[in-house]
């Protein structure tokens, strides 16, 4: 069965420090690949998402960047944190054109 | 772009009554339609879905139905129970070569025993 990881569950992070997450996906090949951020109480917003190795769209302009460097791991990076950018951030997957499996998200603070 | 709508924002019943939740979408393109439960600290977990070709869906204690014509669906949760307690969001997705998925603000449920 399929499983995605994402880490790390939590980070506390100060206003211009970089930023990495990582999520990976097991048990599938090839699948899209999706990074939504969920504000507090709010709704998820996507940011990236990802057809394939290398291949990026970004839906939101902003100070964040993702990569793909393998076909089951999608990176969020940023080279400097601003305070907007604390949220629960979500990793999701799908390899049918319909259903997306997120992950248990990681919770970023950034003081 | 797509626009989704979601009501009511918080939504308290009775354990053993029903609860219901409506969304609109704006693309009449659109034609999937997932629902999501999201636990406190937790990822969302897809619950339940429907595609366009279809006007109802069940599955035990949780329903969506589809109005392609009004442009929109509802999902409806009989025989509540507190473990149904949560953040429930709609979402919509047309054909695409990555189906991005456009969410509703979300539901608090509120299940009370």
């Known amino acids: 069965s399929q499983t995605i990881h994402q880490w790390p569950a939590t980070l506390v992070q100060p206003v211009g420090s970089p930023l990495s997450l990582e999520c990976t996906v097991e048990?599938?090949?090839?699948?899209?690949l999706y990074w939504y951020r969920q504000a507090a109480g709010r709704g998820l917003q996507l940011l990236f998402y990802s057809v394939g190795i290398g291949q990026i769209s970004s839906e939101v302009p902003q100070n964040l960047s993702a990569s793909r460097p393998q076909d089951r791991q999608f990176i969020l990076s940023s080279k400097k944190l601003l305070l907007s950018d604390s949220g629960f951030y979500l990793c999701?997957?799908?390899?049918?054109?319909?259903?997306?499996?997120f992950g248990p998200g990681t919770r970023l603070t950034v003081t | 772009g797509e626009n989704v709508e979601q009501h009511p924002s918080t939504l308290s019943v009775q354990e053993g009554d029903s609860a219901v939740i409506k969304c609109t979408y704006s693309d009449s393109a659109s034609n999937y339609f997932p629902w999501y439960k999201q636990e406190l600290g937790k990822g969302p977990q897809l619950i339940i879905d429907i595609r366009s070709n279809v006007g109802e869906k069940k599955d035990q204690r949780i329903a969506v139905t589809l109005n392609k014509t009004a442009k929109h669906f509802s999902l409806h949760i009989t025989e509540t129970q507190p473990e149904d307690s949560a953040v429930y969001f709609c979402a919509a997705t047309r054909e695409g070569s990555a189906r991005q998925l456009t969410f509703g603000s979300g539901t608090q449920l509120t299940v009370l025993p």
């Open positions: 999701a997957w799908s390899v049918s054109l319909y259903e997306q499996y």
């Open positions: 048990g599938t090949s090839n699948p899209n």
